[in-house]
């Protein structure tokens, strides 16, 4: 069974940092590709950045230069680290992959960035 479990999400100021975590279990991670997405309130998910199984990454323009996705194998984790938080950076963080086709998400993490 496919299982992703958020953590690290919290509130923080303006200008300020979190690390976020997920770890997977019940799929051979290290061969999938990865993303985390955001739902802010009232508006759609939205696909923040990708690691693919080599560890080349990407992002959505809003977060280029503050966000860093990055993953860690042997311990079948992704991880974004988020730098010079914004309040427009207040969602809820979902990781994802794509499982044999079929997409597989976490409950989520709130991240709230206010002073």
């Known amino acids: 069974q496919v299982q992703l479990v958020e953590s690290g999400g919290g509130l923080v100021q303006p200008g300020g940092s979190l690390r976020l975590s997920c770890a997977a279990s019940g799929i051979f991670f290290s061969i999938y590709t990865m993303d985390w997405y955001r739902q802010a309130p009232g508006k759609q998910r939205e696909l923040v950045a990708t690691?693919?199984?080599?560890?080349?990454?990407d992002y959505v323009d809003s977060v280029k230069g503050r966000f860093t996705i990055s993953r860690y194998n042997a311990q079948n984790t992704v991880y974004l680290q988020m730098d010079s938080l914004k309040p427009e950076d207040t969602a809820v963080y979902y990781c994802?992959?794509?499982?044999?086709?079929?997409?597989?998400w976490g409950k989520g993490t709130l991240v709230t960035v206010s002073s």
């Open positions: 994802h992959v794509r499982h044999i086709g079929v997409p597989r």
């Open positions: 690691i693919t199984n080599t560890g080349s990454t």
